[in-house]
């Protein structure tokens, strides 16, 4: 599967953004997807996953209740909508697909073997 992230861009403190994650040359419906960023000068860090049920859904703690994620399989495509930013959201931000079970999740970026080439989210404060 490949996987192209979408929607990043410049946005001013409290303000929204919604990335896009399209998957190609399979279906999104077999994996589990996950979103995860990578602040200036720092290491990759996990922000939000959805099981390939949706019906399952991890954020991180500095994320929870401001992003939500979602997925349309009929369309291919994962979402994170991100409300409320803070400058400290400042990052790359990357889609990331596994393979697993209706159930499965993850918050680790050692499970997952295919990435997307990352979208630039600044916010400015």
């Known amino acids: 599967v490949q996987l192209q992230a979408s929607g990043g861009g410049l946005v001013q403190a409290g303000g929204s953004l919604r990335l896009s994650c399209a998957a190609s040359g399979r279906a999104s419906s077999n994996y589990a997807m996950g979103w995860f960023r990578q602040p200036p000068g720092k290491e990759r860090e996990f922000v939000a996953a959805?099981?390939?049920?949706?019906?399952?859904?991890n954020y991180s703690n500095s994320v929870k209740g401001r992003f939500t994620i979602s997925r349309d399989d009929a369309e291919n495509t994962i979402y994170l909508q991100m409300n409320g930013l803070k400058s400290e959201d400042t990052a790359v931000y990357y889609c990331?697909?596994?393979?697993?079970?209706?159930?499965?999740?993850?918050?680790?970026?050692?499970?997952?073997?295919?990435w997307g080439q990352g979208t630039l989210v600044t916010v400015s404060s």
């Open positions: 959805i099981s390939k049920s949706a019906g399952i859904t």
């Open positions: 990331a697909a596994v393979p697993g079970s209706w159930v499965y999740i993850s918050s680790a970026l050692r499970n997952y073997p295919y």
